[in-house]
């Protein structure tokens, strides 16, 4: 992606002046100032399939990142109590500003020894199963529960087939449209397929500047389509997954602003915003009556496809 290389040629230039000018203590703010017009110019340019390559920055912020930045006294619990663990998906109980909550995580992984054991956040059946636990928690506990999404895609191997990945989906997607408790999910990532929508039916989805959602990735539609995968970016833009097409047709209810290169460029104040964003809309949401919450997400999503023929 040769303008993503260029803004990232642009960020190193203007750390290289910004060390100069504090080591010999000249002034070099002038120039700080027009490499980063420069670099914001380019930024407001890059097309929906540079912005793909964005959410998949493997320096960008990960689900275990934004545990331990925005929730507090986290424990995590195991286990889908009918074949085993799936480390893809985390699930646990959390205190987010003071108030307990459920939080369920898609986890890609950092390096390529936690990608391989977290099979590089491609959730199994037993993962999507031990989130329906934790909701069906949540909901017993009165706790709400909170999403983050980060996913290529369910595992599509013919294991996870034999233990029932289409119905373990299909069945947290009837259980979330019934839940009654709140339900915040937020992109951070990728948000491919069933494979997000299975912790996705929210009361309030948020998504990320740079991160998208989609019935599939750019490569996949353009290997359906076309034959050939080299048409991802066409794919990308006929998709319309970006954050702007998905608030535009109401899809998404609130866009979380990244940084100029995207999140992993200030991850702490990116995570920040997140956290701030969660508390208002747990906020919009308090007082709500198991009647009144139900019956708001039920509104939301009939909305969804809605269309006028002239």
Same mark, same amino acid.
């Given at each position: 992606?040769? @303008? =993503? %290389? ?9 750390? %290289?002046?910004?060390?100069l000018a504090r080591d010999e203590r000249v002034d070099a703010s002038e120039v700080i100032s027009a490499l980063k017009e420069k670099q914001i110019k380019l930024w407001k340019d890059i097309n929906d399939w540079e912005r793909v390559a964005v959410a998949r920055n493997s320096e960008r912020p990960r689900a275990v990142d934004y545990i331990g930045r925005i929730f507090e006294d986290f424990i995590e619990l195991h286990g889908d109590r009918c074949y085993g663990d799936d480390k893809a998906m985390i699930a646990g109980l959390a205190k987010f500003n003071g108030r307990?909550?459920?939080? =369920? ?8 020894? &936690? ?20 909701? =069906? ?7 709400? +529960? ?15 087939? /034999? ?16 839940? *009654? ?22 009361? %309030? !989805? +948020?998504? !990320? &500047? ?8 750019? /490569?996949?539609?353009?290997?359906? =389509? ?25 899809? +998404?209810?609130? @866009? @979380?602003?990244?940084? @100029? ?14 956290? %701030?964003?969660? *508390? ?5 949401? &308090?007082?709500?009556? &198991? /009647? ?19």
């Amino acid at each position: 992606m040769d @303008v =993503l %290389r260029k803004i990232e040629e642009i960020q190193e230039q203007i750390d %290289r002046f910004a060390r100069l000018a504090r080591d010999e203590r000249v002034d070099a703010s002038e120039v700080i100032s027009a490499l980063k017009e420069k670099q914001i110019k380019l930024w407001k340019d890059i097309n929906d399939w540079e912005r793909v390559a964005v959410a998949r920055n493997s320096e960008r912020p990960r689900a275990v990142d934004y545990i331990g930045r925005i929730f507090e006294d986290f424990i995590e619990l195991h286990g889908d109590r009918c074949y085993g663990d799936d480390k893809a998906m985390i699930a646990g109980l959390a205190k987010f500003n003071g108030r307990g909550v459920v939080v =369920l995580a898609q986890e890609k992984g950092g390096d390529t020894s &936690e990608r391989l054991k977290r099979n590089f956040g491609m959730p199994h059946p037993e993962g999507y199963r031990k989130a329906q636990r934790l909701m =069906l928690l949540a909901q017993k506990t009165r706790k709400p +529960v909170i999403c983050l999404i980060d996913t290529p895609g369910a595992f599509p191997g013919i294991e996870a087939e /034999e233990r029932g990945q289409g119905f373990a989906i299909a069945s947290n997607l009837m259980v979330m449209s019934r839940l *009654k408790t709140p339900i915040i999910a937020v992109i951070i990532g990728e948000g491919a397929s069933g494979g997000a929508l299975g912790i996705g039916v929210a009361d %309030r !989805l +948020v998504i !990320l &500047e740079n991160s998208w959602f989609s019935v599939i990735s750019p /490569e996949g539609c353009s290997a359906i =389509l076309w034959k050939d995968a080299s048409k991802a970016e066409i794919a990308a833009k006929a998709l319309k997954l970006t954050s702007k097409n998905l608030m535009d047709m109401g899809i +998404v209810d609130m @866009v @979380v602003e990244e940084p @100029v290169g995207g999140a992993h460029m200030d991850s702490v104040g990116t995570m920040d915003r997140v956290g %701030r964003a969660i *508390k208002a809309l747990l906020a919009d949401m &308090e007082g709500l009556s &198991e /009647e009144e919450l139900l019956r708001q997400r039920y509104e939301k999503y009939r909305r969804m496809g809605k269309h006028t023929s002239i």
